[in-house]
């Protein structure tokens, strides 16, 4: 089981930058692809970016594009989310996870996560 600990949200204001961090432990802790998702107040958890197990390939959802860079240190157990240019639409729970697979082509279900982080807050301002 791998345990994840996100850190790095906060508030900023709109047009700022964050950096996320998902610290890993645990068995197996830098063999799982990783991926970042996000929960808005009333709305479902979705999907932000992913990162294989060897960092060499990633994608990213539309909104991400061009904005969110993932990346991962395997010899530091940590997972990254660059977030730049945030919008007011970004603010959100942020969530980690430690994915069964990479990026399914059926899309993440619930036998997807091995493991969730606890989520860290990011509220982007006027």
């Known amino acids: 089981q791998v345990q994840l600990v996100e850190s790095g949200g906060g508030l900023v204001q709109a047009g700022g930058s964050l950096r996320l961090s998902c610290a890993a432990s645990g068995r197996n802790r830098s063999t799982f692809p990783m991926g970042w998702f996000r929960q808005a107040p009333g709305k479902e958890r979705e999907f932000v970016a992913d990162?294989?197990?060897?960092?060499?390939?990633?994608y990213y959802a539309d909104f991400a594009k061009g904005r969110f860079t993932i990346s991962r240190d395997n010899a530091k157990n940590t997972v990254y989310l660059q977030m730049n240019s945030l919008k007011l639409e970004d603010t959100a729970v942020y969530y980690c996870?430690?994915?069964?697979?990479?990026?399914?082509?059926?899309?993440?279900?619930?036998?997807?996560?091995?493991?969730w982080g606890q989520g860290t807050q990011v509220t982007v301002s006027s």
């Open positions: 990162i294989t197990w060897n960092g060499g390939n990633t």
């Open positions: 996870a430690a994915l069964r697979t990479y990026h399914p082509d059926s899309g993440y279900s619930p036998n997807s996560f091995a493991s």
